[in-house]
């Protein structure tokens, strides 16, 4: 079975996940979050919030403009750095990243490659063609700055121009001593912030995986400098435990990979990346870096603020050190659905989909049916407790099938439970609420509906 072809068919069929200005044939590598799929993301945005923020004594939490001034970028290194290596195929004019072509065709990393190296080997190896139209014609390599320019005001020129941020951190940087200041915390601390990043990534694809236009939920946190080791050993650990016990992601699908020396990001001197093994293969779904002082002590030079922290309990100045968990919001989502995603072969042969989500994340959480739509007395049994349970759950009403098809509705998109309304409902004041995992059904009275759902939502933090 084809799980990504699977899950992609589901996200376009049930509205988590739709093609961007399909109307007009579709803009590349850009997808549009529908009702379900925004429920989805909001829900996974509020548990990271939850647990990196609300759940710790030392975080606080940042909401960042985009458009930020240009020589944040040039302080930050990213006006320098933050290119891919591309060749152009020379017969049909096809683009692509040449340490991507390499991995994909070769199967080998190329880490750390010089990049001498990947270009003898674009153009020596043999096997190495275009996959588009098989020539074996290509340019040397030429760098190709990721970040989309735009013009502030109405006039374009260089003295006006700005770009969208390529990642959320430069915007908690700027911002380190505005909120030391107004927030009083003491190091360790840190910053955490979820928002819209772009790059104009030569090689988009897998879905959702790598677009140009994503999400991050990002943190900074400030530690004493020759401390930063222990703290980032720490991120691993709390990350792990946010991906296998709260989103509930299978452990034997996640590993730990360390970044070689010549791999680490220009900031860098230590970045572990926590992986995923979809179905295209392991990729990228958390990176955690220590970004030593590399950008308060740029911003510090570059910019009319000197951001030095005074640790008064050491009666010492430094330039904080910084450990960077950094997550995607779409891949955490692309992760979500495909570890959820389940097939099973059911007593009377047939199979069920069923997305095994954890609960709290389901864009859907309580679905109500009456057992006969045309019986008055139980439609009005089941709208008076679809209007008591909205507002605390995310509830729908629906009667447009059997009792059987509605389930299974419901278990593609991953609801939790649903409620059918039938005649014993109407003697005993008790409904059916009906498991998506074990499919077991239970009789629960109608006054403690609130209690029980409140109870299969809650969240353990404490973990
Ligand atoms: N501030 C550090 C930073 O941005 P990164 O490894 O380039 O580091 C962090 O990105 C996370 O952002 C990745 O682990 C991934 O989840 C997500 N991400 C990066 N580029 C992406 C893209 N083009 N599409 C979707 N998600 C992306």
């Not at 997808?31 to 379900?36: A, M, T």
């Not at 759940?55 to 909401?63: A, H, P, Q, S």
Request: charged share 25%; aromatic share 12%; glycine share 6%.
């Amino acid at each position: 079975m084809d799980i990504m072809k699977e899950v992609v068919n589901l996200c376009k069929n049930r509205g988590i996940i739709f093609q961007n200005s399909q109307i007009y044939g579709g803009l590349a590598s850009t997808w549009d979050y529908g009702p379900l799929g925004v429920e989805l993301k909001n829900n996974i945005k509020k548990v990271w919030w939850k647990f990196f923020i609300h759940n710790r004594e030392d975080m606080v939490g940042l909401d960042s403009a985009i458009l930020m001034h240009p020589r944040v970028w040039e302080a930050s290194g990213h006006v320098k750095n933050f290119h891919d290596p591309l060749v152009d195929c020379k017969k049909c004019k096809e683009r692509f990243r040449a340490d991507h072509l390499i991995e994909n065709i070769l199967g080998i990393s190329t880490a750390g490659m010089k990049n001498e190296e990947l270009n003898q080997i674009i153009q020596n190896n043999q096997n190495i063609k275009c996959p588009t139209c098989g020539a074996k014609d290509f340019t040397t390599i030429r760098f190709f700055n990721l970040m989309f320019k735009t013009y502030q005001g109405p006039v374009e020129e260089a003295a006006n121009i700005v770009y969208l941020r390529p990642e959320t951190a430069q915007g908690i940087f700027i911002n380190f001593k505005s909120v030391l200041n107004s927030s009083r915390k003491k190091i360790p601390f840190g910053v955490g912030q979820i928002g819209k990043a772009f790059r104009n990534e030569i090689t988009p694809g897998n879905f959702i995986f790598r677009t140009r236009e994503f999400e991050q939920m990002e943190i900074e946190y400030f530690v004493e400098p020759g401390t930063e080791m222990e703290h980032l050993e720490h991120w691993v650990d709390y990350s792990m435990k946010f991906f296998t016990k709260i989103l509930g992601i299978k452990d034997e699908n996640l590993r730990k990979r360390e970044h070689s020396k010549d791999e680490l990001a220009h900031y860098s001197n230590r970045t572990i990346d926590i992986e995923y093994k979809f179905p295209f293969g392991w990729g990228e779904l958390e990176g955690i870096a220590s970004r030593t002082d590399f950008d308060l002590s740029n911003h510090s030079q570059h910019s009319n603020e000197d951001l030095i922290y005074f640790d008064e309990k050491k009666n010492k100045k430094y330039i904080p050190y910084v450990v960077e968990p950094s997550f995607g919001v779409d891949r955490t989502l692309l992760t979500v659905l495909v570890d959820a995603y389940t097939v099973e072969k059911l007593q009377d042969g047939t199979e069920r989909v069923v997305l095994k989500l954890a609960p709290y994340i389901a864009p859907i959480q309580v679905a109500v049916f009456p057992l006969k739509k045309n019986e008055p007395r139980i439609v009005e049994v089941a709208k008076k407790i679809l209007k008591s349970l909205i507002g605390d759950f995310n509830v729908i009403y629906d009667d447009t099938a059997s009792i059987g098809k509605l389930y299974r509705r419901q278990d593609e998109i991953g609801t939790p439970y649903c409620i059918t309304v039938d005649f014993q409902s109407l003697e005993d004041n008790t409904v059916t609420v009906r498991n998506r995992d074990t499919m077991k059904q239970e009789r629960v009275s109608i006054n403690s509906l609130k209690e029980f759902f409140t109870k299969s939502f809650s969240i353990n933090l404490d973990i």
